[in-house]
Structure formats: C-alpha cells, structure tokens
C-alpha cells in the first residue's frame, strides 16, 4: 500500500538556519510528489510539487525539494529559516495526474527560533 | 480567482442539531472533495466528487454525514444529528487536471 512517512512531528530551527523537513514515500508506480504548508487556522497552500522532469523543484518562499527516487525520499529545503516560516508542512502523494487518490503525511509543525 | 469559498467558518452546535457546510470551488474545476481534519486522525478524505459526480464516499464516517454537489460551483456537507466527536475543521478543496488541490480556509466545527 502507498504511504507516506514525514520524519518528525515537530522540528525547531533558529532564524537564518537551514530548514530541512524530510518526507518518504512508498510506491509502486511513478508518484507525483506535493509539499503543502497550513499556517494557524487557514487551509494547506501548495508549496511546489513534482509530477516528471527536473527532480529539483523550485517552490513559494524559498523552499525546494528533490525527488530522489533510490532513496524515495522528497525532502523540502529552504537555506535561511525566516519568522515568517512558522507552520505546518504536508507531504502528499498520488500516482497520476486526475486521480483522486492524494496520500497525505501527518505533518511537520515547523517552529523558527528569534 | 477567489479561490474555494468556504461558510461558515465556525459553527458552534449543541448535539443532535443538523449543521450544513458549504463550498464554492474554483471556476473550471472538475474535482472536489471533502476533508476533515483533527489532532488525532490528521487529514482524513471523506468524499470525492469528479464532474459533480459522487466517485467515492467511503471516508464518510457514518450515515450521519452526506454530501451533494447539485452543481458544478456548489457543495454542501450535512451532519445530522451531530455528535461531539464530530467537532474538526472541515476543508473544501478542488482541483484541475493539473492535479494539485487548493483549499479553502476551513470550517471549524464544534459540537457541545
């Protein structure tokens, strides 16, 4: 069965370090990949998505990913933490276009340190 | 675009009352669904609606809940009766053949 796994529940980075929230998946079949952010009582806003191509993917806000497929793994990265940051990261998962089918982790609660 | 449109943003509901949430979702597109989201089970899918049409309901909790979508640019989600234990956020989303979701603000449930 297709999962998704985000390693920890909270992380804690200081203003102006590296962010780097993990997120692996398993699957049978190419996936297409999404990272979404949800800040205090608002809904997910997509942060950037893989579908084919270019396995570095450019986001909102700074952030990138890389699909890395021998590790299945679609890390999101930003070299320079702002306040701003602070929110909860979803990793989701479906397998093509259209489908209906979206996996999503338990999130990642993002909290930037002055 | 205004993005998906969501109402009420709260409700707060003595148990046993009918409560209805409501969705507009993006202008030309064809998918929508419902979530539900609390501490404990996360982001949980409770129906999804392709071209107005119900495709799968399988994550609807009970017969409690149902869902319509009389047209291509309105949904409703109906809890009755409601319990306490259906108090969450309940989300709106749509989405193109691009495949991603966007989401509306929520509707923040709360059932005494």
């Not at chain 1, 069965?1 to 590296?18: N, P």
């Not at chain 1, 929230?21 to 990949?33: F, G, T």
């Not at chain 2, 119900?54 to 009766?81: C, H, V, W, Y």
Request: charged share 15%; proline share 5%.
């Amino acid at each position: 069965a297709q999962s998704v796994t985000q390693l920890g529940s909270h992380v804690s980075v200081s203003e102006g370090a590296l962010v780097l929230l993990r997120c692996n998946y398993s699957s049978s079949v190419p996936p297409y990949l999404f990272w979404y952010v949800q800040y205090p009582n608002q809904g997910l806003q997509l942060l950037l998505k893989y579908t084919t191509g270019a396995t570095l993917v450019k986001g909102i806000n700074g952030f990138e990913a890389e699909f890395k497929k021998s590790e299945t793994s679609f890390h999101l990265t930003k070299p320079s933490a702002h306040m701003s940051d602070a929110a909860e990261y979803f990793c989701a998962v479906t397998y093509t276009s259209g489908t209906y089918k979206y996996i999503f982790g338990t999130g990642t609660r993002l909290k930037v340190l002055a | 675009d205004a993005g998906v449109i969501q109402s009420p943003r709260h409700e707060v509901t003595e148990m046993g009352q009918e409560v209805t949430l409501r969705c507009k979702p993006i202008s030309g597109h064809n998918s929508l669904f419902w979530y539900r989201q609390t501490m404990m089970r996360g982001l949980e899918l409770l129906i999804y609606f392709n071209n107005n049409v119900p495709i799968d309901d399988s994550g609807m909790p009970e017969d409690r809940f149902s869902a319509k979508m009389p047209n291509a640019s309105f949904s409703t989600l109906k809890i009755q009766p409601s319990e306490p234990r259906d108090s969450a956020v309940y989300f709106c989303a749509s989405s193109s053949v691009t495949g991603e979701l966007f989401f509306g603000e929520g509707s923040r449930l709360t059932v005494l």
